[in-house]
């Protein structure tokens, strides 16, 4: 039999932006139960007391309480990288498009300085690269379907020890930081202890100033 407990941490938790309000105490519960009573009530297709789910909301508000804090997380960030001047471009998955993807590693692999990622989907492939290769990559990948292309990108990559990598929420908390101010996400790319996030040159400078905060 489904309770109130489990509807109300269903539709909290389907809501980052509420369970982080709710977690934070800047949501009114009361309020909060007014607002999600009517979908409770049609759930369990009968009607509930306000005050049931004030209590729910409130057990609930203690587990998200108990979780891994937001501050273990942020002081685990290392160093912070921000490269300008990156182009993404998506092709079509082909036969021919591996053998492109080895010639362009062939040009470039002694140039340390170069940023090259490949992203392999099941109908799709997109290569992110420093803008100074796309006459290069124009000619190797000439016979390759574009799908899509944009420059004028930056990339933030931050780094984080090994623990973060089985321990849930951190992406979340990055993203969720980014989204609150309206810094739209082009691409993200990670590795094992680090990520990269894909911004407009317009918001580099704020992504970087926002995840910097993070540390202090």
């Not at 809501?15 to 982080?20: G, K, N, V």
């Not at 369990?44 to 209590?55: D, Y």
């Not at 998200?64 to 960030?77: H, N, V």
């Not at 470039?108 to 300085?113: A, C």
Request: proline content about 2%; overall charge positive; glycine content about 4%.
């Amino acid at each position: 039999m489904i309770t109130i407990s489990q509807v109300a941490s269903t539709i909290i938790e389907n809501s980052p932006f509420l369970e982080d309000g709710l977690k934070k105490g800047i949501i009114n519960i009361s309020a909060l139960a007014r607002l999600i009573k009517p979908e409770i009530e049609k759930k369990l297709h009968k009607k509930i007391e306000s005050g049931a789910i004030i209590v729910a909301l409130n057990r609930l508000n203690n587990k998200l309480s108990a979780r891994l804090s937001e501050s273990r997380f942020l002081e685990s960030i290392g160093n912070i990288t921000v490269r300008s001047k990156i182009t993404e471009v998506t092709f079509g998955n082909s036969s021919s498009l591996f053998e492109a993807q080895k010639k362009l590693y062939n040009r470039i692999s002694q140039n340390k300085d170069l940023f090259c990622s490949f992203s392999q989907g099941v109908r799709e492939t997109t290569l992110i690269i420093n803008s100074s290769l796309e006459d290069l990559v124009g000619k190797i990948f000439a016979d390759e379907k574009v799908i899509y292309k944009y420059s004028g990108l930056s990339s933030v990559t931050i780094t984080y020890p090994v623990w973060i990598v089985e321990t849930p929420g951190f992406y979340y908390i990055i993203l969720k930081l980014l989204a609150w101010h309206g810094i739209n996400i082009f691409e993200i790319i990670s590795t094992y202890t680090e990520l990269t996030i894909l911004v407009s040159e317009k918001d580099v400078e704020r992504t970087f100033a926002l995840l910097n905060r993070l540390r202090r």
